[in-house]
């Protein structure tokens, strides 16, 4: 489904799911002037073209103990021997496998990924760097910042 198949009554439905991701298909219709059976027909459709990918609980990170947050610059080594995979390849099947990090994302630039690690404190940062991700025969160099303060943390995409 393209972007301009989409009309404004699914746009606001998107909207307030994004918002609300358990909101009734009633109180949705009310909102954008809609039955509840128009509202579940729009987004079954929105489900099936993948427009909406799917449904989870965001999850507070301090709230469960995982107090730091922290962005790092990864830059992979670039030769590779035939027999070996490429080591891209064997850095983003790792990364899965690393419940650290929560996103993952390959870069133009300087460095190849940006990965967001969130970890209980500062010898647990230590830990995954020092025991995980520096050992990955892939990993040339990263680089760290730190979060101080979420200006702005948000998953609603503008629609």
């Not at 198949?5 to 109180?27: F, H, P, S, W």
């Not at 027909?41 to 799917?54: M, Q, S, Y």
């Not at 404190?121 to 990993?139: C, E, G």
Request: charged share 25%.
């Amino acid at each position: 489904m393209e972007i301009n198949a989409l009309d404004k009554l699914d746009k606001a439905i998107l909207r307030r799911l994004q918002q609300n991701g358990r909101e009734t298909y009633d109180v949705i219709g009310e909102q954008v002037g809609l039955s509840s059976s128009a509202v579940l027909r729009r987004v079954k459709r929105l489900e099936e073209a993948g427009v909406i990918d799917r449904y989870v609980a965001l999850v507070n990170p301090e709230a469960v103990g995982l107090g730091l947050t922290a962005y790092l610059n990864v830059r992979l080594e670039k030769h590779t021997e035939s027999h070996k995979r490429n080591p891209m390849d064997l850095f983003r099947a790792s990364v899965q496998t690393w419940p650290e990090v929560v996103e993952c994302a390959a870069l133009t630039g300087e460095m190849d990924y940006l990965l967001r690690v969130v970890v209980q404190d500062m010898a647990h940062y230590s830990r995954f760097i020092m025991d995980t991700l520096l050992k990955h025969p892939s990993v040339e160099d990263c680089k760290t910042s730190f979060v101080l303060d979420r200006v702005k943390a948000t998953t609603a995409i503008p629609v």
